[in-house]
């Protein structure tokens, strides 16, 4: 077999969903019984009737994956997306605003079967969000989404921990790591929510010791893989599991940890307010990944990283507003 | 005939819109032949190859009326609307964020023909907007979508210039007024924009003199209207021609005049910068309608529509974000 040419920095797959976001108080989470913070699934009666009861809102699109696609491309990266909507309105929005933004994305709409999928999105006034997500078209992702040829041509395979919670999807997902390893590329996960990573914390061990280069996870889903208390004690575990591990820590910055070498990482300060954590992993991994295929050392793809998050962070929505690209040539010299 | 109790301040009537938000530079205006600060009718063709060319955009429900009456009852008064979507998707999302914004909504969406309408908006970084409309399903409003019975129940029927753009939906608007008169109660207008006064100068002119109680436009329209160069010369015209009109001028403030009663009210002075004027003087309109319903004199109405103004362009989107009531009960004491 010809080994394609590496064209992309990174490829990644997910699930396509539109965020469909609104602004609730503390209340609204214990009435619907929401752990905040947290990401559930929910099937269509769940999705419709919280949503009638959430406030007027807005939509974008979303996705964890996706957006960490589409802040690849915003750092100047090449970047991939494979994902599943429906041929109706929200599919549309989706193909449209990931395309836009510079990311190669050609997985065929389905034709039937369930509408594009999305996530309700409750956002607090301490700017944390809750998440519900109904999958929909998201979920009829399988194998034959992701080519030899497309996870080939891409230096990095990154691939979402939500994935597993779809017996095809997760079918795709393991395709996927066979093809890059296949071609000699590597392959990053991301543990998606501590909630995800209690579902499928065997997998996800055994994943990370035999198959995953780069692990990104944040504190609260690292402990839970481990079933730790303290961070350190997953640092720990951690070194000895996977190649790379990139931890993200809120407030406390992150910890890049690969054999012996160790990088702590502070935060990128945000100016004015902290408007809506939504997507700051997402933007995380982006700036990451971006160092990491274009040559970077490891302590520089987390600032990057960081940098990524305070963008995302001082606005609405999970994507960044402004080209993370001219933000890094200003902020990091 | 029993004459209907009032149970609405106001009723609204005109397209029923989902807004679709990009930003980009003055360049794309000019590759794309869109006047700066216009709005313009799009066929389905030109919609889509505008929309494949915008950038990753965000989906925020609009419709000049439709922004107006969530701005009436976010001032805490009752509003009403009337206008049409489909069944689908971006339908959903219409009826949803404008009955959770407290706005009476029970026009049936339509079950064939046309998507649901939607308005593409650039913005540009001077924050002006520019706006392509493509109808779909809100062009199909017609006289059977307004009941003699619901316009009778409220104080005051507000009426989209835009309307006068299709004919089933200029119908609408002749039957609304009847019905508002014979009740014995007040129509609103509002020209919309200015090659919208240009369409339709004489129908204006006519309806202004006969079947408008109060008037809302800004310097550009009513200059237009009238075909003078000073606004001035326009307060001289409209002087004559209707009970009450309400005459905005962006940074320069508004003008209420009644006869010859004349308020020269200035802006609320916004905090931080202005976002996007989307919406101004849709939430103008709200504010003067919410005071007068509510029996504020014809000063004040035009303080508190200033107010809602400056709200709105505070942030990207023509609905407030936060509740207007509040703000007026902080800010006009």
Redesign the interface.
Known sequence: MTQPAITLDVVGIGNALVDVLS?ENDQFLTDHDLVKGSMALVDTERAGSL??D????????GGSVANTM?GVASFGGTAGFVGRVRD???GD?FA???R??GVHFETPPATNGP??GRCLIVVTPDAERTLSTYLGAAAEIGPDDVSAELIGSAQVTYLEGYLFDQPRAKEAFRAAARHAHDAGRRVALTLSDGFCVDRHRDDFLALIEHEVDILFANESEICTLYEVDSFDAALQHVAHQCEIAALTRSAKGSVVIKGDEVHVIDVHAVKGAVVDSTGAGDQYAAGFLYGFTNGYDLGRCGQLGSLGASEVISHL?A?P?ISLAELAASALR
Chains 1, 2 share one sequence.
Request: aromatic share 4%.
């Open positions: 602004h949503y009638d959430m406030g007027p809102a807005t939509e974008i699109s589409v109706d309105e929200l929005v449209h605003d990931i836009r933004s509408p594009t929505g994507r507003e």
